[in-house]
């Protein structure tokens, strides 16, 4: 027979093959059936014959891991309420520093102000000193210099004031 070529005809081997294929599902789900029951069946003898079951040892855990979770929920509270506390702390100071950067601000400005009302008050006395150096210059060219013969004379005077006073006295 040739492999690439269908077969059409009747056969007595196909027909059976499909009755055994009809009887087969039945028989692995029964026998699927009678594996899980066997094995509930031994799970519940070995649970009655020890006399222990699982559920209060699952309560248990249930219970520590609820009561871990509480511990670790109150912990992390506390550690909350000290960051807070320790952020407004940082608040508080950070807020204090800014009043007294202010405060220097308003102090350095008053002193800037100051220095500039100075300043201009030296500028304006400078002036007023330089336009009395010049008038004074002005003054002595113009004039004559008899300065030195009324220095004279106020000499003599004071000399003969003292020598007046000396007689006086003796």
Do not use: C, W
Not at 131 to 142: C, D, E, I, V, Y
């Amino acid at each position: 027979m040739n492999p690439l070529t269908r077969d059409t005809r009747p056969s007595l081997h196909r027909s059976s093959a499909k009755t055994l294929m009809g009887t087969q599902p039945i028989a692995l789900a029964a026998g699927t059936l009678f594996v899980l029951l066997a094995g509930i069946a031994a799970i519940l003898l070995a649970r009655a014959y020890t006399g222990t079951s699982p559920e209060p040892d699952r309560i248990a855990v249930t219970r520590q891991l609820q009561a871990r979770t509480a511990q670790t929920s109150e912990q992390l509270m506390e550690k909350t309420k000290g960051l807070e506390a320790g952020q407004q702390e940082s608040i508080d100071q950070l807020q204090a520093v800014q009043g007294q950067l202010e405060t220097v601000r308003r102090l350095v400005a008053a002193q800037q102000a100051d220095t500039k009302r100075l300043s201009e008050q030296l500028a304006t006395l400078t002036s007023s000193v330089d336009g009395l150096r010049q008038s004074f210059a002005s003054a002595q060219t113009s004039e004559p210099t008899p300065a030195p013969a009324g220095n004279r004379a106020v000499r003599t005077r004071a000399h003969a004031g003292r020598s007046v006073h000396r007689r006086g006295r003796s």
